[in-house]
């Protein structure tokens, strides 16, 4: 019913920059929230950036002043952007979406595949 197709992860440089987009295509009506959760190997899975159907923007501590959370309401995507890297972000990056469908009901919770970044020292 809804694909998510994450892209934009990779290998790169401490200081350096990262852009990675979520396309969310298929039977659906609204997306609402929108969000980037990271996972790095033998930690928990925790949250990145969201932004809200409003507008509303919230970010992990960790990432403030360097990662920016954006979305193409319209075309259903959601884009991260990060600077200034740190090896520390080298995790697998998966989107979350709140998805409404054209069938109607709740609101539905989507997960992208995941795209690996890995920042070198």
């Known amino acids: 019913q809804v694909q998510l197709v994450e892209s934009g992860g990779g290998l790169v440089q401490a200081g350096g920059s990262l852009r990675l987009s979520c396309a969310a295509s298929?039977?659906?009506?609204?997306?609402?929230?929108m969000g980037w959760y990271r996972q790095a190997p033998g930690k928990q899975r925790e949250l990145v950036a969201v932004?809200?159907?409003?507008?509303?923007?919230g970010y992990a501590d960790s990432v403030k002043g360097r990662f920016t959370i954006s979305r193409d309401t319209a075309k259903n995507t959601v884009f991260l952007q990060m600077t200034s890297l740190k090896p520390e972000d080298t995790a697998v990056y998966y989107c979350?979406?709140?998805?409404?469908?054209?069938?109607?009901?709740?609101?539905?919770?989507?997960w992208g595949q995941g795209t690996q970044v890995t920042v070198s020292s």
């Open positions: 298929g039977s659906i009506l609204s997306a609402n929230a």
């Open positions: 932004i809200t159907s409003g507008g509303s923007i």
């Open positions: 979350n979406l709140g998805i409404n469908l054209v069938y109607g009901g709740n609101e539905y919770d989507y």
